[in-house]
């Protein structure tokens, strides 16, 4: 079959009439951004001083930019501009807001990322704990607003179908390279292929609002202890203490405990203390949990030693 009758799922509009301008990495929440942006990371591109793997979302210049305070946005850039002669910038967040994208960052060159709204829904459900039916809603509604804005401007944009990028990977390195005029070396080439796969597990990992750290410390007489918090959320964690792998209660992990509130700022310790009609026993398994993970604590599980 020739090459020219198979759809992957790029399309370039416009032309670039500047000889240097930033790159915005655009798309939906959960939608492929970090994909792109880590590809682009890869071939050499600088996608921001506080941009890391697996995510590679400025932070520094998003916050500026939600701010509104357009004075530091504009420092910001022109500081990337005067040390890099590519840079770029991906923030989901902004295709909500892109005629001020356009305005404040001077006709940047766009990707555009678009991703089946189900499995945007079905990932903001895992990752989020959101609904299905309002998340593909809100995705679809985010779509709309970037085909119109694409049909009232002449934008120097390459459209980029999720789907079909992960299954022609060294087509989307291909057309990035041409598109931006990039000029990698073969190392830097190989690793922008090799990091567009879907499903990343660090990927997945890091984006969880889900996701929590701590510890199962100690059992002490009938007491279980350690501590909890969540990495994204700032509510207080939940946790499961399970013995024999079966739940015997939770436990809100909002104690004091002088070295933690120094670290954290929050107290985040939990102290279980074991119901009078459970036994345990040499040999038993004790673990601790933080409800929707989907790890254990660390130092978990424990085994009881008598």
Not at 1 to 22: A, D, F, H, V
Not at 237 to 257: C, D, H, P
């Amino acid at each position: 079959m020739s090459e020219k009758l198979i759809n992957k799922g790029i399309s370039i509009i416009g032309e670039s009439t500047k000889t240097k301008r930033p790159i915005v990495v655009i798309g939906t929440a959960r939608g492929g951004t970090s994909m792109i942006a880590g590809t682009l990371a890869k071939l050499g591109v600088f996608m921001g001083d506080r941009a890391v793997s697996p995510v590679y979302e400025d932070v520094r210049l998003s916050e500026a930019f939600e701010k509104k305070d357009f004075n530091l946005v504009k420092s910001i850039m022109d500081e990337y501009s005067s040390k890099y002669e590519k840079w770029g910038w991906k923030r989901p967040s902004s295709i909500d807001y892109l005629d001020v994208v356009e305005k404040t960052m001077d006709s940047p060159s766009y990707v555009f990322i678009f991703k089946d709204i189900l499995s945007i829904a079905q990932r903001n459900s895992i990752s989020m704990l959101s609904e299905i039916l309002p998340s593909m809603q809100n995705a679809l509604r985010q779509y709309e607003n970037v085909l119109k804005f694409l049909k009232k401007g002449k934008y120097h944009a390459m459209l980029v179908s999720y789907d079909k990028a992960v299954s022609y990977p060294e087509d989307l390195v291909t057309s990035l390279i041409s598109f931006y005029k990039l000029s990698p070396n073969q190392n830097q080439i190989a690793e922008g292929i090799s990091f567009i796969k879907p499903n990343s597990d660090a990927y997945l990992d890091a984006t969880r609002i889900t996701k929590a750290h701590g510890c199962l410390d100690g059992i002490q007489c009938q007491r279980i202890f350690g501590w909890a918090r969540y990495i994204h959320a700032k509510k207080t964690a939940t946790v499961e203490i399970f013995l024999n792998n079966k739940v015997i209660g939770t436990v809100m992990a909002n104690q004091s405990r002088e070295d933690l509130d120094k670290k954290f700022g929050t107290p985040c310790a939990y102290f279980f203390d074991l119901p009078k009609n459970i036994e345990i026993n040499s040999g038993d398994m004790i673990r601790a949990r933080v409800t929707d993970e989907v790890r254990d604590l660390e130092n978990s599980p424990m085994k009881i030693a008598k």
